[in-house]
């Protein structure tokens, strides 16, 4: 069984900045995984926002390309991602996940951002 345990969300103002963080145990080999960010805004789908390989090659979607960054440290099976330049279209419950084999997903984290 794998956990997935997400959290640093919050309300902030547009302009702001979070770094949400991934937090991955059980029986997952964590430092082999390609995985990713995703979230899901109010009344739509969820939509994978970046990416990051096992070895540290990123892919990150046009709509935050430049404010959003994400990284992770195997060794402590983390993973995270800086938002910086927030603006209201990035609200949204985030999630991380293995991006080709999908494990339960987590409870998310709540990101709000206010214009």
């Known amino acids: 069984q794998v956990q997935l345990v997400e959290s640093g969300g919050g309300l902030v103002q547009a302009g702001g900045s979070l770094k949400l963080s991934c937090a991955a145990s059980?029986?997952?080999?964590?430092?082999?995984?390609?995985m990713g960010w995703y979230r899901q805004g109010p009344g739509k789908q969820r939509e994978l926002v970046a990416a990051?390989?096992?070895?540290?090659?990123?892919n990150i979607a046009d709509s935050v390309k430049g404010r959003f960054t994400i990284s992770r440290d195997n060794a402590a099976n983390m993973m995270y991602l800086q938002m910086n330049s927030l603006k209201p279209e990035d609200t949204a419950v985030y999630y991380c996940?293995?991006?080709?084999?999908?494990?339960?997903w987590g409870q998310g984290t709540r990101v709000t951002v206010s214009s």
């Open positions: 059980g029986r997952i080999f964590f430092s082999g995984r390609t």
């Open positions: 996940n293995d991006l080709n084999f999908p494990q339960p």
């Open positions: 990051i390989t096992n070895a540290d090659m990123t």
